[in-house]
Every structure is written in C-alpha cells, then in structure tokens.
C-alpha cells in the first residue's frame, strides 16, 4: 500500500523532510510560497503547491488528499501581528477536519513554549496558556490537538541547527554575552527530519520534546565551535545564572535513538 503524506512549508526542514520521505517510499505533496521554486520540488519527484496562508485564496483540496499532513510553518514573530498566525492555523485545522482521508496531523512546535528557568522542562509542564513563554504556540497546539477524529502529534523542536545554519555565526567575536551558564538545547537537522518521520512510522500521538539529551553550557560549546571554525571567540559574562534544559525521555522511551546525541558532533556544511 502507498503512504503519501503532504507538507505544508518545504524550506529548511520541510524540504530535506519531503526528500527523507520520498526515499522511504512515501508519495509526496509540498507546498512552497514562492512561484519561482516549484519547479525545483517538482524536479525532486515532489508534486508542488502554491500556498501562502497570509494571502487571501483556497487552498486547493487535492493538497489535503494524504495519510500524512505535516505542517512545518512557524510563526513569524517579527512581521506579523499578534493572533494572525493563530488565525491561519485555526483555518488549516477546519480544512484537515473537512479531509478525512487524513489519518495524522504531525506540527513541528518549539521549545520555546517553556519559560526559560532553571529545571528540567518535561512535556506536561506546559499545556496551559498561562504556563507558557509562548502563548501563541500552545494555543496552536491546543487547536490541533483538539481535532478529535486524527491523530495528532506535537513535537516540540529545539533549537534547529546542522547542515547549512551554524549559529556559531551570531555570537563570534561578540562580549559580554549573557547567559553562559544556560544549557544549549539543539536539534541537527537530520534528527529534526529522522524525528518526524518516527512519529509518523510509530504513529505517536500526544506532545513530544525533540532536542539533543546532551546539553552543554553554552559558553563552552559556542566557544569550542568558534575555535573549530576559526572564528573570534566569543566571550560570556561571568554570571552563573542558568536556564532550562529540556527534557527527552518520552521520545527516547518511545524508540527513538538520536543520529547526534551530543550537540559537540553536529556536522556543518562548512566542515
């Protein structure tokens, strides 16, 4: 039997995620919001969508014609006001509820929903609005999660790096930076991809972490990657404030076997 799935946003994790899934034998439908770069989805054996959820227009129905429907488009904070991005979510959520060839919903959430305190952030410590460092998200997460007739899977992902993005970027050479005793919570790219694949395969349902169970300080790792980069050194306070680390266990209990368990031996494309 043929598994299909559609991905709604192919950018830095939904594209290598669609290839992931096409050599896996799934058919693959994605969705991009720029005219210029279907061609290349559909070079890559992907059938390709316009969809831009800011813009007024259906979405057209056959995109909502899979087993799987991953959503990997993330708020952006800094361009649009706040609740338009709950607004956009709340209408994709009525169009799957309409599609019921759609057996799982899979949204990639953040870990930026658990308030930056020191502790270990499990999964249960953030389900309310009033508990979370990100509203907005966890009443994302609330809308899907309340579509009763489909499996819904949250996974919450740490901060994406790996491949083409290396943050060590923002902090080289930079001082007195904040924050060097908080504990990096980091996802590789290709765990990020492997990851949502794995609740799609275990068909997993309910709010899972997805992050490195390494967690150094980021002074030390940030440090030890400008040095393998040959960038200037950041350098860090010296408070001792520290911050969350994010709890993996429940992904781990459930069979996942992290490809980099330790954020220290993530591959670059600039390797």
Same mark, same amino acid.
């Given at each position: 039997?043929?598994?299909?799935a559609?991905?709604?946003?192919?950018?830095?994790?939904?594209?290598?995620?669609?290839?992931?899934?096409?050599?896996?034998?799934?058919?693959?439908?994605?969705?991009?919001?720029?005219?210029?770069?279907?061609?290349?989805?559909?070079?890559?054996?992907?059938?390709?969508?316009?969809?831009?959820?800011?813009?007024?227009?259906?979405?057209?129905?056959?995109?909502?014609?899979?087993?799987?429907?991953?959503?990997?488009?993330?708020?952006?904070?800094?361009?649009?006001?706040?609740?338009?991005?709950?607004?956009?979510?709340?209408?994709?959520?009525?169009?799957?509820?309409?599609?019921?060839?759609?057996?799982?919903?899979?949204?990639?959430?953040?870990?930026?929903? $658990?308030?930056?305190?020191?502790?270990?952030?499990?999964?249960?410590s953030?389900?309310?609005?009033?508990?979370?460092?990100?509203?907005?998200?966890?009443?994302?997460?609330?809308?899907?999660?309340?579509?009763?007739?489909?499996a819904?899977?949250?996974?919450r992902?740490?901060?994406?790096?790996?491949?083409?993005?290396?943050?060590?970027?923002?902090?080289?050479?930079?001082?007195?930076?904040?924050?060097g005793? $908080?504990?990096?919570?980091?996802l590789?790219?290709?765990d990020?991809?492997?990851?949502v694949?794995?609740?799609?395969?275990?068909?997993l349902?309910?709010?899972?972490?997805?992050?490195?169970?390494?967690?150094?300080?980021?002074?030390?790792? $940030?440090?030890?990657?400008?040095h393998?980069?040959?960038?200037?050194?950041?350098?860090?306070?010296?408070?001792?404030?520290?911050?969350?680390?994010?709890?993996?266990?429940?992904?781990?209990?459930?069979?996942?076997?992290?490809s980099?368990?330790?954020?220290?031996?993530?591959?670059?494309d600039?390797?």
């Open positions: 039997m043929n598994k299909s559609s991905i709604l946003g192919c950018g830095w994790l939904g594209l290598p995620l669609a290839d992931h899934l096409l050599q896996t034998g799934y058919q693959v439908k994605g969705s991009t919001t720029q005219t210029d770069k279907l061609k290349a989805l559909e070079d890559k054996g992907i059938e390709a969508y316009l969809i831009d959820l800011s813009k007024e227009g259906s979405i057209a129905p056959s995109f909502f014609e899979s087993d799987l429907f991953v959503i990997t488009v993330p708020p952006r904070s800094r361009t649009q006001p706040p609740g338009v991005y709950l607004a956009q979510m709340k209408k994709l959520a009525a169009f799957i509820e309409h599609h019921p060839q759609i057996k799982q919903v899979i949204y990639t959430s953040s870990t930026s929903v $658990y308030p930056d305190r020191a502790g270990l952030a499990k999964e249960e953030v389900s309310l609005l009033e508990q979370s460092a990100h509203k907005e998200l966890v009443e994302v997460e609330n809308t899907f999660l309340a579509l009763s007739t489909i819904v899977t949250i996974v992902l740490g901060g994406l790096t790996g491949g083409s993005r290396l943050l060590v970027k923002h902090f080289a050479g930079k001082k007195e930076l904040p924050g005793h $908080y504990p990096v919570n980091l590789h790219q290709q990020a991809v492997r990851i694949h794995f609740a799609a395969e275990n068909k349902i309910g709010v899972y972490n997805a992050c490195s169970p390494h967690h150094p300080y980021k002074k030390d790792f $940030y440090v030890a990657l400008a393998r980069f040959q960038m200037a050194l950041p350098e860090f306070r010296a408070d001792q404030e520290e911050g969350k680390t994010i709890a993996t266990e429940k992904l781990q209990k459930a069979g996942y076997v992290f980099f368990e330790d954020p220290s031996a993530y591959t670059y600039e390797d």
